[in-house]
Structures are given as structure tokens and as C-alpha cells.
């Protein structure tokens, strides 16, 4: 069952709404304590692995929503910028409508697996030699003088459908957590995220908030800085924008919950993305491990309190919004390549260190 379906009575859907979906949703809340002893005695690190919904990033949550919507909506068409997972998952949302998809790419700025994605699925991709922000100004405009739908975060269709990811968090672990980490770059999630757990509690189905944690890239860290950042730079491309649209919703989220937004550099975001696959054993994309590389680096500056019984466990969720497979490129270039050999055994023993 997708997201749609299983959490109707919170969204702005009718038994009219046509229901696209590709099964999204009901992802793994995985317990990592690798990351939490290096937090501190009494953490528990929950890791909301949503590189397994059906394009391998959380943005499907939001995609049924808007698609559905824009087709109830009698659009023909979906258009969209993006730093890849976005278009993937419109492609294959659209796809599944049966109508037209638009997307607008930075050039060279997309990781492979996600640029392969929107083209299978039969997008229609164009590749502007600009960056991130410029590209979902000339989609903001389209959509205004054409009947297509913008399926953006900024569509309020898809943070509806993204907010189904902090009703699964509270569904799991029977409470909301104490802090809820995740990366930020066009701050649709950040916004999401908060929205939903504000409305579980409202609901009566939790009692408490969690304290909301977003990292950006250090090269691309425009709500830290306070400023908007013309030439946005990180190897983490899908987070690599200057100009977040939901920059408002993104710091209303921090202060109502009383967190904060920081920063991580690319070398702490390649360690985190490392830990992950080589310590916990999930593999995301770059961008993902900000989050976690967000959490390690606050544990150092003492910012988590010290939890004094046994009985209080401190739950942090940190959500890993992308599959590694998205980017296979950036774990090759991290890594050494394989050493090759001649086809005999003792060869193989000898390099393998049997
Ligand atoms: N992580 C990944 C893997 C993403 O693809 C994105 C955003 C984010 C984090 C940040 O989420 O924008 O809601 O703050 N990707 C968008 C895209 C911008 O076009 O795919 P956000």
C-alpha cells in the first residue's frame, strides 16, 4: 500500500483522486549503534533508510501526491528543476500517469544513476548551463504562462505526501524521537518533516516534538550563512543550491523546535558516507551522509546532554533520502580501484591476504 492509502485521513486527497503510486513509503527504520556510541552513552541512531522507496530517494512520497493531484487537476503535463532525484522520481511517477514530464538539470551537475532514471522512465530532460536555483526559475515561469504542473517541492502536494514519512518514524518507534537529523538543500523535507510530527501530536497520536537538525553542505550553506550563494559548491550535487525555496518553513522548523541548522564540509560528509557503508553497512549518496556526518560533528562540539539512567533512552532519527547506486561514480572516486592479477590462484591468495 502506498502513501496515499495508508495515511488518507491526513491528506487532501477524495475517493475521486485518481491514486498514483508505485508502492512508495513503509521504509526501514534502522537501528545503528556504530553512530550512536559515537554520540554517547544512552543514544539510540535510527536510520530512516529512504533510498528504498521505488526510485531509490524519499522524494516518492511527495511524487504520488503531486502527480495525483495534477492529474485530478486535468494537467496533462508535470515539469520540474532538479539536482537529479526529483526528476527521476517525476519520470517515473509520470510514467505511471501516462502523461508528459519536463525536467530542468544543471549540466554536469547530476550524479549518473539519476540522469539514467529520468531518461528511462521518458522524461523529457534539458540540461541548462546554470546551476540548481536558475533552473527552478525558468520551471517556476513555465508553469505559469503553460498548463503543466510544477512538481517541485515548492507544490504544497508534496510536502503533504513527504510529512508521511514522520507518521512512519512516530508509528515505529511508538513515540517521536528526541532529535530528527537530516540534510537540507531546497528544504522541502526539513519542512515536511516538521509539518507531519506537528500533526501527529496534534492528533493525539504523540505527546512530544522532536528538536529538528538540518545540515547543509559547507559550500552550499545559504540559511547558515544568511545569505544566498550565487556559486553553490559540494560534491554532494543534490544538495548543491544556493537559493532554497522553502528557506522560511526551513527556519521555522529549527526555531519552533528549538534545533538548529548547520554546516558540514564534503571531507566530514565522505567520512560519514564511508561509516555508513563500511561500518553499518547501507550505502547513500553523498548528500545523505550529511546528516549523519551533522550529528558527529555536533556530538564533538558536546552539543547532545549526557543521559543520566538507563531507563531515558534518547532516540535521533536521521534520514538517509537517497540510495549510493544513484551515484556509483562518487564511491569509485573515493575508494582504489581494484588491483588486477593474472588468472592464478596463488596470485588471488596473495593479494587477498587469505
Ligand atoms: N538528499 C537528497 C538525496 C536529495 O536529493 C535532496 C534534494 C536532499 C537531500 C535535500 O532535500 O531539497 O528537501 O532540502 N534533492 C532535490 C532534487 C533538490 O532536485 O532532487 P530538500
Known amino acids: 500500500m502506498g502513501v496515499i492509502d495508508r495515511y488518507r485521513d491526513y491528506l487532501p486527497v477524495t475517493g475521486k483522486t485518481p491514486v498514483i503510486s508505485l508502492e512508495e513509503g513503509g521504509t526501514p527504520l534502522v537501528r545503528a549503534d ?29 511524487m504520488t501526491m503531486a502527480v495525483s493531484k495534477a492529474l485530478e487537476e486535468g494537467s496533462r503535463a508535470v515539469a520540474c528543476a532538479s539536482t537529479g532525484n526529483t526528476s527521476a522520481s517525476a519520470a517515473a511517477f509520470a510514467a505511471r500517469a501516462k502523461i508528459k514530464c519536463v525536467v530542468v538539470i544543471p549540466e554536469g551537475a547530476i550524479a549518473l544513476g539519476k540522469l539514467a532514471q529520468a531518461l528511462i522512465h521518458g522524461a523529457t530532460v534539458i540540461a541548462i548551463r546554470g546551476n540548481f536555483d536558475q533552473a527552478l526559475d525558468i520551471v517556476r515561469e513555465i508553469c505559469e504562462k503553460y498548463p503543466i504542473a510544477l512538481v517541485n517541492s515548492i507544490n504544497p502536494y508534496r510536502i503533504e505526501g513527504q510529512k508521511t514519512a514522520s507518521f512512519e518514524v512516530c508509528d515505529s518507534l511508538g513515540h517521536a524521537p528526541d532529535y530528527h537529523a537530516l540534510p537540507v538543500g531546497n528544504a522541502g523535507n526539513i519542512t515536511a518533516y516538521w509539518k507531519g510530527y506537528k500533526e501527529y501530536k496534534e492528533r493525539g497520536k504523540v505527546d512530544r516534538l522532536p528538536v529538528m537538525l538540518g545540515f547543509q553542505a559547507a559550500g552550499a550553506a545559504p540559511i547558515v550563512e544568511k545569505r544566498v550563494i550565487e556559486d553553490p559548491r559540494t560534491l554532494a550535487t543534490a544538495i548543491k543550491i544556493g537559493n532554497p525555496a522553502s528557506w522560511k518553513q526551513a527556519e521555522a522548523a529549527r526555531d519552533e523546535s ?39 560533528k555536533k556530538a564533538k562540539q558536546g552539543y547532545f546532554p549526557a543521559v543520566t539512567s538507563p531507563s531515558e533512552r534518547k532516540d535521533i532519527v536521521c534520514v538517509l533520502t537517497g540510495h549510493g ?27 587477498a591476504g587469505i
Open 34 to 62: 556504530l553512530i550512536a556510541e559515537r554520540i554517547g552513552p544512552g543514544y539510540a541512531v535510527w536510520l530512516k533508510y529512504e533510498g528504498l522507496n521505488p526510485t531509490a530517494s524519499f522524494k516518492d512520497r511527495g
Open 325 to 351: 547506486l544513484k551515484d556509483p561514480d562518487m564511491a569509485i572516486k573515493c575508494l582504489e580501484t581494484p588491483v588486477v592479477v593474472d588468472a592464478k590462484i596463488e596470485e588471488v591468495i596473495r593479494e
Open 258 to 296: 528549538g534545533g538548529l541548522i548547520d554546516k558540514v564540509t564534503d571531507e566530514e560528509i565522505i567520512e560519514a558516507y564511508r561509516l555508513l557503508a563500511a561500518g553499518v553497512g547501507i550505502f547513500v549518496e553523498p548528500a545523505s551522509a550529511a546528516g549523519i556526518a551533522g550529528i558527529l
